[in-house]
């Protein structure tokens, strides 16, 4: 089969760009840059400002550590939030997970990662230092440690727990067990383990 | 639930504007979207450089409107293509494929469309004049009529053979039946009845 190039370079450098990006493979990028080519002028335009806004202008809040389009993030400064409960994510996915669901009204310490000594990350290599500062009895009433439940998550909550258990605050783990609307036959054994093991009374 | 924001805005911004392309809903586009945000300023200025160039650059090609960065595309210039045998497609995807498959060494003549009267495109809506233009019995060897075999792909072939009938140019259509590989139990009923009207003699 000859060297094929079945398009015009800039179609293909583009799609070249395209599958760099998570998902994109070589089909859907061709699609995708297809698509581009027939939008309105305005759109490309608008897509690429969008791109170089949010590369320009977010930034890490100084507070908690979630994406922030200022140096403190609207929900650290937000006086309606309780200032005094904090839950502890592994980065803003998850955060934004919680937010999405709507079950939380306090603040957040985003990670930015989990302990894991096989890839060699240790707790100077995420934000675990500056969650021990922020954990003053006098100001804080409660720590949510929400990384998830994979194996680096639970070790990565079970050492903070270790660490901030002489401070004497009150401190929780996110419950696990079956999901909402899940059926059985598909739910592994370890979490079917769990939800038994940690079964509670009808209320 | 609050109006829930779990991003700043230039992130859910850009979010916006990825979900206006195809096959890319809200968990796509944020995942796509963190994921620019984390990778070098580079990639996204070779991203946006690469929209903008191919938006400025590439054109149709002005003999077999195929896309093309120049006036003249690739394939029409190319020498070592048989310039004397045409291949009909609906559009540069559809070309493309064909290209891919390195089964063709002649040129195209790319429709733009295919005759849909429900949707009201008629002949003059898609580069049929075009089409009857190029095909010159004194040039053309043959005319290889590759539109998709959908009921709209089958009657524009259908409309093409009995416009040029009268110019005795040799004129084919691309074979129907069983995909290679494909599984029979997989394959539709009009397909496998095509298969079985146009079967041939073992080789």
Same mark, same amino acid.
């Given at each position: ?50 791109? *170089? @806004? !949010? %590369?320009?202008?977010? =930034?890490?809040? $100084? ?7 200022? &140096? ?53 290599? *995420? @934000? !675990? %230092?500056?969650?021990? =500062?922020?954990? $003053? ?7 949510? &440690? ?58």
């Amino acid at each position: 089969m000859p060297d094929v190039t079945p398009y015009p370079d800039p179609i293909l450098r583009l799609m070249d760009s395209l599958t760099c990006l998570p998902g994109i493979g070589r089909k859907t990028a061709e699609r995708l840059a297809l698509h581009i080519l027939h939008t309105p002028e305005v759109y490309a335009q608008t897509l690429c400002r969008d791109i *170089i @806004r !949010m %590369k320009k202008t977010v =930034c890490i809040c $100084d507070t908690c550590f979630a994406l922030s389009d200022s &140096v403190t993030c609207r929900i650290c400064s937000d006086p309606s939030r309780n200032q005094d409960t904090i839950c502890v994510v592994e980065n803003p996915a998850d955060m934004a997970a919680i937010e999405k669901s709507g079950a939380y009204r306090g603040v957040y310490h985003v990670l930015g990662g989990v302990l894991s000594p096989i890839d060699g990350i240790g707790p100077e290599d *995420i @934000r !675990m %230092k500056e969650l021990f =500062c922020r954990s $003053d009895p006098r100001t804080v009433r409660e720590i949510i &440690v929400a990384t998830n439940t994979s194996v680096e998550g639970e070790s990565t909550a079970s050492y903070i727990m270790d660490h901030l258990r002489s401070r004497h605050i009150p401190m929780s783990r996110i419950a696990t067990g079956v999901p909402m609307g899940g059926d059985l036959q598909f739910v592994d054994p370890l979490t079917l383990l769990t939800a038994m093991e940690r079964r509670h009374a009808f209320q």
